[in-house]
């Protein structure tokens, strides 16, 4: 008689969130290398999560996360399915940011969920 065996699915989520210029630079990596990291030695038995939660980056930071975004998507083609979710949320006044997420998702083929945000009655709160 065979034995069953159940693999629990663990979900993990990492976030991307602020605004990251040339100086960000090494908390951007940082940030992804962690995200790449669980998605290869994990492979199928984790969900895992990326909000990337941007208020600002730079031309240096969009250049580093397209170069992170082509490497996941290669470590998911290996792995034959993708196990990875990436939620980009933007301002709904920020074209440049909405426009750089469907950039990385026709050049990677990876997974994204656009959530637009009103970001106007959070500065207001910050101010108060």
């Given at each position: 008689m065979g034995n069953l065996v159940q693999m629990k699915t663990k979900i993990t989520q990492h976030e991307l969130k602020g605004a990251f210029v040339c100086t960000s630079l090494?908390?951007?990596?940082?940030?992804?290398?962690?995200?790449?990291?669980?998605?290869?030695?994990?492979?199928?038995?984790?969900?895992?999560?990326?909000?990337?939660?941007?208020?600002?980056?730079?031309?240096?930071?969009?250049?580093?996360?397209?170069?992170?975004?082509?490497?996941?998507?290669?470590?998911?083609?290996?792995?034959y399915t993708p196990s990875s979710q990436i939620i980009w949320r933007y301002d709904f006044n920020d074209e440049g940011l909405e426009e750089f997420g469907e950039i990385l998702q026709e050049m990677t083929g990876l997974s994204f969920v656009f959530v637009e945000v009103d970001r106007s009655d959070e500065h207001f709160l910050a101010a108060v």
């Open positions: 090494r908390e951007v990596s940082d940030i992804m290398c962690d995200y790449y990291c669980d998605l290869a030695e994990m492979k199928h038995q984790v969900a895992t999560t990326l909000v990337c939660d941007l208020l600002f980056i730079d031309t240096r930071v969009k250049m580093l996360l397209v170069k992170y975004f082509k490497a996941i998507s290669k470590l998911e083609s290996r792995n």
